[in-house]
Antibody, heavy 122, light 113 residues
Framework: EVQLLESGGGLVQPGGSLRLSCAAS????????MNWVRQAPGKGLEWVSS????????YYGDSVKGRITISRDNSKNTLYLEMNSLRADDTAVYYCAKATSDSSGWGLIDYWGQGTLVTVSS | DIVMTQSPDSLAASLGERATITCKSSQSVLSSSNNKNHLAWYQQKPGQPPKLLIY???TRESGVPDRFSGSGSGTDFTLTISSLQAEDVAVYYC?????????FGGGTKVEIK
């Protein structure tokens, strides 16, 4: 059974930093691209970042580019999101999400974690 | 960026009625390399993460009831719930995975009348 367990969310002041983690199990972690998708309170879904499983190639949304770094440790089956210079509009539930492949159609997501809430406020 | 536009924003239908949600992309998501539409539908119930329902525009995910169906090609897509059940109350999102950035529609809230 695929499981994705996010951690690291919490309350942070504007300009602060946070590191999110996602522990994955139930599949061969290194064989799949992984994603972070966020959802502001009462709002829709926004793609944040993706990373390929084998190559480690990364992609970022424009709203977070330069402030966020996605990474993974395939030996630990763990996905990370390093967040810096946080702003109030970064407040959201951050979901770790597994892609269906690491190649063609890799942007398709088949499993989502329960999410971790990041609140940016003074 | 490919903009995904869903309609309606919300709908209410009676139990057993048909519910239809449309999704329009600002450019085609039909790939010439595999002749597939890179379009997915997700269901999100309150307090839960999204759940994959449909991918490649019309392929039902394993375990999804057959009252859910997807259709369309190019830029125009539809999610149909053939006979609305109480457990279908949720927000439904379309998503394109044809190109980066991955983008989602704004969501359609489905309720029981």
């Amino acid at each position: 059974e695929v499981q994705l367990l996010e951690s690291g969310g919490g309350l942070v002041q504007p300009g602060g930093s946070l590191r999110l983690s996602c522990a994955a199990s139930g599949f061969t972690f290194s064989s799949y691209a992984m994603n972070w998708v966020r959802q502001a309170p009462g709002k829709g879904l926004e793609w944040v970042s993706s990373i390929h499983g084998s190559s480690g190639i990364t992609y970022y949304g424009d709203s977070v580019k330069g402030r966020i770094t996605i990474s993974r440790d395939n030996s630990k089956n763990t996905l990370y999101l390093e967040m810096n210079s946080l702003r109030a509009d970064d407040t959201a539930v951050y979901y770790c999400a597994k892609a269906t492949s690491d190649s063609s159609g890799w942007g398709l997501i088949d499993y989502w974690g329960q999410g971790t809430l990041v609140t940016v406020s003074s | 960026d490919i903009v995904m536009t869903q309609s309606p924003d919300s709908l209410a239908a009676s139990l057993g009625e048909r519910a239809t949600i449309t999704c329009k992309s600002s450019q085609s998501v039909l790939s010439s390399s595999n002749n597939k539409n890179h379009l997915a539908w997700y269901q999100q119930k309150p307090g839960q993460p999204p759940k994959l329902l449909i991918y490649w525009a019309s392929t039902r995910e394993s375990g999804v009831p057959d009252r859910f169906s997807g259709s369309g090609s190019g830029t125009d897509f539809t999610l149909t719930i053939s006979s609305l059940q109480a457990e279908d109350v949720a927000v439904y999102y379309c998503q394109q995975y044809y190109s980066l950035p991955l983008t989602f529609g704004g969501g359609t809230k489905v309720e029981i009348k």
